[in-house]
């Protein structure tokens, strides 16, 4: 069950950074058919991948096209904070 939420995390984590790159790259998102069943894959984590599949496999509905978008190279996350403050409470 550990190793399922650490996949669930994973995938969200993905999926906020494909929203970022469609809304970067609206083209992208165009060759995606309505009403599909977008799955995010890791190039080479075939763990995650596996599971990614049996998961979408498991929730897709009759009219659903399942497709997958494989990252093949995610940067480090990084702060978008430029400056902070620090103050201690009394």
Do not use: C
Request: overall charge negative; aromatic content about 8%.
């Amino acid at each position: 069950m550990k190793e399922n939420s650490r996949f669930v995390e994973r995938n969200l984590q993905l999926v906020k950074e494909f929203d970022r790159y469609v809304l970067e790259h609206p083209d992208f998102a165009e060759k995606i058919p309505d009403n599909a069943l977008v799955v995010m894959n890791i190039e080479g984590d075939e763990e995650f991948n596996h599971w990614a599949k049996k998961t979408a496999q498991g929730v897709a509905e009759a009219d659903n096209q399942i497709v997958y978008v494989n990252i093949i190279d995610l940067k480090p996350v990084r702060s978008r904070i430029a400056k902070l403050d620090l103050r201690m409470a009394a």
